[in-house]
Nanobody, 115 residues
Framework: VQLQASGGGSVQAGASLRLVCVAS????????FDWVRQVPGKEREIVVV????????YYADSVKERFAISRDNAKSTVYLQMNSLKPEDTAVYYC?????????WGQGTLVTVSS
């Protein structure tokens, strides 16, 4: 199983970025996908969780109305559209896929938001 995350970068506050997570080696539509972020020295924060196709979606309060997750089952890809970025969104963002006890992580992609 591989999860390949990309799309991070350095932007000014108020800008947008779209993160992309391409999955391979798993039955994509059966998995719940998370985007999780981590600032060095701090605990990981769950940003958004989207259940398997047809499932529910959870957004952290800190990103509601600004971030949106979507998935393309045909491309085995999950997207995180991030709008109105704030300096406090600066972190390494990871995608993760889980199905029951199985959980897989991609490598992180760095998002830096300057004021």
């Amino acid at each position: 199983v591989q999860l390949q995350a990309s799309g991070g970068g350095s932007v000014q506050a108020g800008a947008s970025l779209r993160l992309v997570c391409v999955a391979s080696g798993l039955a994509f539509s059966d998995y719940t996908f998370d985007w999780v972020r981590q600032v060095p020295g701090k605990e990981r924060e769950i940003v958004v969780v989207e259940g398997r196709s047809g499932g529910s979606t959870y957004y952290a309060d800190s990103v509601k109305e600004r971030f949106a997750i979507s998935r393309d089952n045909a491309k085995s890809t999950v997207y995180l559209q991030m709008n109105s970025l704030k300096p406090e969104d600066t972190a390494v963002y990871y995608c993760a896929a889980h199905d029951g006890p199985l959980k897989y992580w991609g490598q992180g992609t760095l998002v830096t938001v300057s004021s």
